[in-house]
């Protein structure tokens, strides 16, 4: 069972580009998390998703961050005009389906540069 | 609002010798899980150990232990015979205990290994 993917790996940008982030989830899961790593920091939960449903944005930057999770397909973190400060690494999550608690199974990352 | 704290932004110890990485927590919540999870160079994020919190006796993985003390609401990570793969950035997290809960890190510590 492969794990989750995320792509690409390495992402650079020059500032007012558009960022597209993958997220493959593991087979099975259905829900998707991203996380924000920004230098020398901890991880930071941006956006929760279900197949098709935003289920918690609360850690979403209100401007120009969007996510989706489409019913076919991976999950995409979407950051239009990028500026210096959105370099970091994202990280992408998945965990099965249930009313309990599941485990999140991280991916590799992207780290996304802006210059 | 659930925080995570770890005081301790580096920690260095010696090959074969034991180190323990501090965290403390706020919640409000009774029911929740607590996570040491390790980040090596690569950044891959590597689930070291697991902690339920309604459950009294402290987890164990091999090497790794933990002290949690719910009442002070501490979750302290021994790692006993340190080897050099250990040298990594070390970050504590909690989620609640529900489908879907979000994880939330502390700043993580860095740990150096010195043969």
């Known amino acids: 069972n492969a794990g989750v993917m995320q792509n690409p790996r390495h992402l650079v940008r020059r500032r007012g580009q558009e960022a597209r982030l993958r997220c493959s989830p593991m087979?099975?899961?259905?829900?998707v998390y991203w996380y924000r790593q920004l230098p020398e920091e901890g991880l930071k939960f941006m956006v929760y998703?279900?197949?098709?449903?935003?289920?918690?944005e609360s850690g979403m930057p209100k401007e120009r961050f969007s996510a989706e999770f489409p019913k076919e397909g991976p999950s995409i973190l979407r950051i239009q005009q990028v500026v210096r400060g959105d370099s970091a690494a994202y990280f992408c999550?998945?965990?099965?389906?249930?009313?309990?608690?599941?485990?999140?199974?991280f991916g590799p990352g992207t780290r996304l540069t802006v210059l | 609002a659930q925080t995570v704290t770890q005081s301790q932004p580096e920690m260095s110890v010696q090959e074969a010798e034991t180190v323990t990485l501090s965290c403390t927590y706020d919640?409000?919540?009774?029911?929740?899980?607590l996570f040491w999870y390790k980040q090596p160079p690569s950044r891959q994020m590597i689930l070291v150990i697991r902690?339920?919190?309604?459950?009294?006796q402290n987890a164990t993985e091999n090497r790794f232990s933990v002290n949690f003390q719910k009442a002070a609401k501490s979750f302290s990570l021994k790692i006993s015979d340190s080897q050099l793969g250990d040298a990594a950035m070390y970050f504590c997290?909690?989620?609640?205990?529900?489908?879907?809960?979000?994880?939330?890190f502390g700043e993580g510590t860095q740990l150096t290994v010195n043969p």
């Open positions: 902690q339920e919190a309604y459950k009294q």
């Open positions: 999550a998945s965990s099965p389906p249930g009313l309990e608690f599941n485990e999140q199974f």
């Open positions: 087979k099975g899961h259905s829900h």
């Open positions: 998703l279900q197949k098709e449903n935003i289920i918690d």
């Open positions: 919640t409000s919540e009774s029911d929740y899980y």
């Open positions: 997290a909690y989620e609640v205990r529900a489908s879907g809960s979000r994880l939330t």
